[in-house]
């Protein structure tokens, strides 16, 4: 019998790379499964009901349950079908994967307010959208889990990407505030910061040495890594674990800390801009180098 043997899980992006690999690995495990991908290009335009339709396929092939939804989850009410869809096909909503992502990079002050708004609207505003018409069902049964997809472009940072960072960044906060509210109803909500090669990750240049090498480490890491976790987030097994922070990287799980003081001074008389100058930064910046040092030998590799 498998984890999510009689369970029944959502999974947002499903119809390729992590979360189709993740939706894969939910229904061998025993879960119904509703796929939802509308099949967007990467930039987020267009649409195709193929990518959906073929991972629940597989998964129907391998002798599974699963439901293709084509919604775009930053439209609210298409988030609503997604968990209405798993509520009347399958009788339930147990877990809720929020995987979905588009990309629109660009340097800082070239950045446009549609490429803003387009990757906000489907990272951060689609997570919300997706759990909050789960919620009610959560509540209702005191039970369930969502899991949300982060980047350690939100969590350190990376360039040409402030849109996306931003959007992954709010994503932790959203989270852990769920996991607070949703506490006393026995709901748990946790976030995976990924490494993986994929649709999402393909359009890394790889013209210098340096920036091939670095392609091919990334090859190496592949989206089937990332669903093991998943699985077992979505599962009892994992019913005293929230408001947490992973990463998966090939073999490798990171459990990352929560912000917190590093160092402190008091001046009794009060700051000025000069004290703080000439008192306050110098004494602070061996810390300084500290955090960077950690982010570079936790994750020695480019922010994904």
Known sequence: MGMLE????????AGRGVGREIA?????????VVVNDPGV???????DAGPAQETVDDIVAAG???HANLASVADPAGAVTIVEDAVQRFGRIDAVVNNAGILRDTIWHKMSHEDWRAVIDVHLNGSFNVSKAATPYFHE???GSFIHFTSTSGLIGNLGQANYSAAKLGIVGLSQSIALDMARAGVRSNCIAPFAWSRMTASIPAETPEQQQRVERLKTMSADKIAPLVVYLASDASKDVTNQIFSVRKNEIVLYNKPRPIRSMTKVEGWTPE???DELIPAFRPSFARGDEVSAHVFPYDPI
């Open 6 to 13: 009689g369970k029944v899980v959502a999974v947002t992006g």
């Open 24 to 32: 894969l690995l939910c229904a061998r495990h025993g879960a119904s």
């Open 41 to 47: 290009g990467g930039g987020g335009d267009g649409g």
């Open 64 to 66: 599974g349950k699963a």
């Open 141 to 143: 049964q005191q039970s």
């Open 275 to 277: 004290s703080i100058a």
